[in-house]
């Protein structure tokens, strides 16, 4: 079991940066692969980011590819991602995920970032 819980979203403005964070509760994290996910307003939970247990891994949606990063730290059982250049569409709801077997199954409450054009 992992429980989540994301900090750091905010308001920034359009080319500003935000780092959000993920403290991670349980056992199991350092063996578990952590995305990150986001939904806008009126529209359905995204896939962002996801990085593997060791960090040697990573994925990234074709939207945020260049901008944005993810990363661990298994010792402070947190994942981070930075996001550079944002844009007003980046204006969502950001959740971490942690992942079970065959999808994703542990998820954060959510932290709000908001882009102003």
């Known amino acids: 079991q992992v429980q989540l819980l994301e900090s750091g979203g905010g308001l920034v403005q359009a080319g500003g940066s935000l780092r959000l964070s993920c403290a991670a509760s349980?056992?199991?994290?350092?063996?578990?692969?952590m995305g990150w996910f986001r939904q806008a307003p009126g529209k359905e939970r995204e896939f962002v980011a996801s990085?593997?247990?060791?960090?040697?891994?990573?994925y990234y949606a074709d939207s945020v590819k260049g901008r944005f990063t993810i990363s661990r730290d298994n010792g402070k059982n947190t994942i981070y991602l930075q996001m550079n250049s944002l844009k007003p569409e980046d204006t969502a709801v950001y959740y971490c995920?942690?992942?079970?077997?065959?999808?994703?199954?542990?998820w954060g409450q959510g932290t709000q970032v908001t882009v102003s054009s």
């Open positions: 995920a942690g992942r079970g077997l065959y999808e994703f199954v542990y």
């Open positions: 990085i593997n247990w060791d960090g040697s891994s990573t």
């Open positions: 349980g056992r199991t994290f350092s063996s578990t692969t």
